[in-house]
């Protein structure tokens, strides 16, 4: 793998990071994982707002995540695009397990102990769930299978926080715990280049201009 200042052997292939508008879990802090919960009226107006910025994006492909709330955010930018949805399993949220509802603070009331192992360990997933680990070993395949099967183009991925959070940190080549040091806000954009000799590039993070 290549590093540092040299020159791309070719131009990258730009993914471009959407997470969902919002819902009623996101409104209330609650751990969103497979639930197939629906974007709230504000969540739409988001999702609009965002599709209408990437009208004059160079956007070849939509790709979202299987879940409602992703792909209802998608609808909307592609139908702005004229392009059809692309549904990829690797890029839907992490399983809670047990936590799936919760506050932070309910868990934490209900499981402190588990808790701490979750947020020590990056290993270790919810009673019932997906660790971090795991869900890293799931978006790094679905992103390299992604760009080998879309090389060279612009790829728009409406997915989750921690997805998106996940591409980041391999890009930076980031400890996985770094997940804990990102904030992403529903209906923002991330920006990340990968290119065919091996490195990726952050872009951007977290833009909301279209919010404003």
């Given amino acids: 793998m290549s590093s540092g200042w040299g020159a791309p052997d070719e131009a990258p292939t730009r993914l471009v990071l959407l997470r969902h508008g919002q819902t009623p879990m996101s409104v209330e802090r609650r751990f969103a994982g497979r639930g197939d919960i629906p974007l709230t009226d504000a969540g739409h107006a988001q999702a609009a707002a965002v599709a209408h910025r990437l009208a004059s ?3 070849d492909v ?8 992703a792909r209802d955010t998608a609808a909307h930018a592609a139908e702005v695009l004229g392009l059809p949805v692309e549904v990829d399993e690797g890029f ?15 868990a934490r009331e209900l499981a402190p102990d588990d808790v701490d192992r979750w947020l020590a360990d990056t290993g270790t997933g919810p009673p019932g769930g997906e660790s971090f680990a795991a869900v890293a070993a799931r978006v790094g395949a679905a992103r390299h299978a992604l760009v080998e099967r879309h090389r060279g183009r612009t ?4 997915s989750h926080v921690t997805p998106i959070k996940i591409v980041v940190q391999q890009a930076m080549l980031a400890p996985l715990s770094a997940l804990y040091r990102m904030h992403l806000d529903t209906a923002c954009l991330t920006e990340v280049d990968c290119f065919a000799d091996g490195p990726m590039v952050v872009r951007s993070l977290n833009d909301t201009a279209h919010l404003a």
């Fill in 57 to 59: 994006w160079p956007i």
């Fill in 62 to 69: 939509v790709v979202s995540s299987p879940l409602a709330r």
């Fill in 92 to 106: 839907v949220e992490t399983d809670f397990g047990d936590w799936e509802g919760m506050t932070f603070a309910e």
């Fill in 155 to 158: 790829v728009l991925v409406v």
